[in-house]
């Protein structure tokens, strides 16, 4: 296996001074399922930020698909992110159906109508929420927000997928549904980064797990 | 469809009562600017408009209302048959609005011999005034340079107040797409798939005032060259073709050029949320 993501000494401080990220290292394999945990504010976040070139590294190096994320210019930074399926906490998706969501993603990155309409409803199978394509998103429950959520990510199929803290506000039955269906994205060759608080469902006890504290890594 | 068509379909999809009520305010504001523009060149003499005193200008012969249908007719064919007359039009008393005339003879002398075909009409007797633009500027119409400051200074207060409002009409609208933009910026959809719509609107503001813009000046042209003595022709320059086809090229050309100020704005907006962490 080949490495997806390399990070080193990783060291981000935010606008309050305050140092979030200190000498990170890490590495993710193609194709490997991450968990990384921490407690609120631990860095989580920002650290899914940078690898889906979200925010602008400060120091250290940050390697996805093999491209120094340091160096990119503005129009390599959006070249990559069409192979990074990025979902942030609390992603607001647009007040419509699923399928039009994910559609709008779809042919606003240059597909036609039907090829759009094709390759969602792949990616609506995937996470299960094939029979709700047609509600519109205010009406879906957490859960299935959350499946939206990841369909509209992996539609245009990432080669990498980063998700930020997509257990939180889950009752147990829901985290282990959004588990066993990042588990079943992973099994389709998508190598998949997940910060969660924790704790991590029986669906994902197969993944590699690390934690933030204090701004560094711990395996 | 393009990528570029479908985003821009869906950005005026998604634009809300109020933004479309401050673009379209900008777009009147546009409009009124190239109109306080163009006043410049109407309300001018034909000398300050670049041609020499009477040449190639109409000119309006009233005439007497003692003479016979004869007499004018021969007056007609006369001038018609004269070489230094370009042009010769017949106005009818009641197209004039006026009893105390004959009708009138809307002339166009060939260049140079204005003063010729002046003379010629002034000794006939059969012409009782004569309505032409002169050389010292005399003409009704013509702005007094005060007129001229104040109108200066409205023109450029009009496109500061056109670019604030424009601003926030695209705010307004930027809000509204805003869940699109940042699903686009997230998927790494080429930036300029969603900043040239917006360019583009900002350019449509300005294209669509343009085009409202030349065809007033039109309409105006036409009905100052049907009825040369109504209240439109107080603006000597809606009667000479060639000034108003100089005014709609130029002000069309500004107002495409406000628009794509409006519009630069608008992109200038859509980095400035791009680059805000997180989103």
Same mark, same amino acid.
């Given at each position: 296996?080949?490495? $997806?993501?390399?990070?080193?000494?990783?060291?981000?401080?935010?606008?309050?001074?305050?140092?979030?990220?200190?000498?990170?290292?890490?590495?993710?394999?193609?194709?490997?399922?991450?968990?990384?945990?921490?407690?609120?504010?631990?860095?989580?976040?920002?650290?899914?930020?940078?690898?889906?070139?979200?925010?602008?590294?400060?120091?250290?190096?940050?390697?996805?698909?093999?491209?120094?994320?340091?160096?990119?210019?503005?129009?390599?930074?959006?070249?990559?992110?069409?192979?990074?399926?990025?979902?942030?906490?609390?992603?607001?998706?647009?007040?419509?159906?699923?399928?039009?969501?994910?559609?709008?993603?779809?042919?606003?990155?240059?597909?036609?109508?039907?090829?759009?309409?094709?390759?969602?409803?792949? #990616?609506?199978?995937?996470?299960?929420?094939?029979?709700?394509?047609?509600?519109?998103?205010?009406?879906?429950?957490?859960?299935?927000? $959350?499946?939206?959520?990841?369909?509209?990510?992996?539609?245009?199929?990432?080669?990498?997928?980063?998700?930020?803290?997509?257990? #939180?506000?889950?009752?147990?039955?829901?985290?282990?549904?959004?588990?066993?269906?990042?588990?079943?994205?992973?099994?389709?060759?998508?190598?998949?980064?997940?910060?969660?608080?924790?704790?991590?469902?029986?669906?994902?006890?197969? #993944?590699?797990?690390?934690?933030?504290?204090?701004?560094?890594?711990?395996? | 469809? /393009?990528?570029?068509?479908?985003?821009?379909?869906?950005?005026?999809?998604?634009?809300? %009562?109020?933004?479309?009520?401050?673009?379209?305010?900008?777009?009147?504001?546009?409009?009124?600017?190239?109109?306080?523009?163009?006043?410049?060149?109407?309300?001018?003499?034909?000398?300050?408009?670049?041609?020499?005193?009477?040449?190639?200008?109409?000119?309006?012969?009233?005439?007497?209302?003692?003479?016979?249908?004869?007499?004018?007719?021969?007056?007609?064919? !006369?001038?018609? !048959?004269?070489?230094?007359?370009?042009?010769?039009?017949?106005?009818?008393?009641?197209?004039?609005?006026?009893?105390?005339?004959?009708?009138?003879?809307?002339?166009? %002398?060939?260049?140079?011999?204005?003063?010729?075909?002046?003379?010629?009409?002034?000794?006939?007797?059969?012409?009782?005034?004569?309505?032409?633009?002169?050389?010292?500027?005399?003409?009704?119409?013509?702005?007094?340079? /005060?007129?001229?400051?104040?109108?200066?200074?409205?023109?450029?207060?009009?496109?500061?107040?056109?670019?604030?409002?424009?601003?926030?009409?695209?705010?307004?609208?930027?809000? !509204?797409?805003?869940?699109?933009?940042?699903?686009? =910026?997230?998927?790494?959809?080429?930036?300029?798939?969603?900043?040239?719509?917006?360019?583009?609107?900002?350019?449509?503001?300005?294209?669509?005032? /343009?085009?409202?813009?030349?065809?007033?000046?039109?309409?105006? =042209?036409?009905? !100052?060259?049907?009825?040369?003595?109504?209240?439109?022709?107080?603006? %000597?320059?809606?009667?000479?073709?060639?000034?108003?086809?100089?005014?709609?090229?130029?002000?069309?050309?500004?107002?495409?050029?406000?628009?794509?100020?409006?519009?630069?704005?608008?992109?200038?907006?859509?980095?400035?949320?791009?680059?805000?962490?997180?989103?």
């Amino acid at each position: 296996m080949s490495v $997806m993501v390399q990070v080193s000494e990783l060291t981000y401080t935010n606008d309050d001074g305050i140092r979030v990220l200190d000498d990170v290292h890490l590495h993710v394999e193609r194709e490997e399922m991450l968990v990384i945990t921490g407690h609120a504010a631990a860095g989580k976040s920002i650290l899914l930020e940078l690898l889906a070139t979200q925010r602008a590294p400060q120091s250290g190096q940050i390697l996805v698909h093999g491209r120094n994320i340091t160096r990119l210019t503005r129009r390599k930074a959006v070249g990559l992110r069409r192979r990074i399926g990025y979902l942030p906490h609390g992603f607001p998706l647009l007040e419509r159906t699923v399928l039009e969501n994910l559609v709008f993603k779809l042919r606003a990155l240059g597909d036609f109508r039907e090829q759009a309409e094709e390759r969602s409803l792949i #990616a609506l199978e995937d996470v299960g929420l094939t029979a709700k394509l047609n509600v519109p998103v205010p009406e879906l429950s957490s859960v299935d927000r $959350m499946r939206a959520g990841l369909a509209t990510s992996i539609c245009n199929e990432p080669l990498l997928l980063l998700v930020d803290e997509p257990l #939180a506000d889950l009752g147990p039955e829901d985290r282990e549904t959004i588990g066993s269906v990042l588990s079943r994205i992973h099994a389709k060759s998508t190598t998949v980064v997940v910060a969660t608080r924790g704790p991590i469902p029986a669906a994902m006890a197969g #993944a590699r797990s690390v934690s933030l504290v204090d701004g560094k890594v711990v395996t | 469809m /393009s990528t570029f068509l479908y985003v821009f379909r869906e950005l005026l999809g998604s634009i809300k %009562p109020r933004g479309a009520m401050l673009l379209l305010l900008t777009g009147v504001l546009i409009f009124a600017a190239l109109g306080a523009f163009s006043a410049f060149f109407l309300f001018q003499t034909p000398a300050a408009l670049g041609s020499s005193p009477l040449t190639g200008e109409e000119f309006v012969a009233y005439l007497d209302p003692q003479l016979t249908t004869l007499q004018i007719e021969a007056l007609y064919a !006369a001038l018609r !048959a004269d070489p230094s007359v370009a042009r010769i039009d017949y106005l009818l008393p009641q197209e004039l609005g006026r009893r105390d005339a004959s009708g009138a003879l809307l002339v166009q %002398p060939v260049e140079g011999a204005a003063e010729a075909v002046f003379a010629q009409l002034d000794s006939s007797g059969a012409v009782f005034r004569v309505d032409r633009p002169t050389a010292s500027g005399g003409i009704p119409g013509a702005l007094s340079p /005060s007129a001229r400051t104040g109108l200066l200074v409205g023109l450029l207060v009009g496109i500061a107040v056109c670019l604030i409002v424009a601003r926030f009409g695209l705010k307004d609208l930027l809000q !509204a797409f805003d869940g699109q933009l940042r699903m686009m =910026h997230l998927a790494g959809v080429d930036e300029a798939a969603y900043s040239v719509p917006v360019l583009v609107a900002g350019i449509s503001c300005g294209l669509i005032a /343009s085009a409202a813009f030349i065809a007033v000046l039109y309409a105006f =042209h036409l009905a !100052a060259v049907s009825n040369p003595t109504s209240v439109i022709t107080l603006a %000597p320059g809606l009667r000479s073709a060639g000034c108003v086809r100089r005014i709609a090229a130029l002000g069309g050309a500004i107002g495409v050029g406000l628009g794509l100020l409006v519009g630069g704005l608008g992109v200038g907006l859509v980095f400035r949320r791009g680059q805000k962490p997180g989103s």
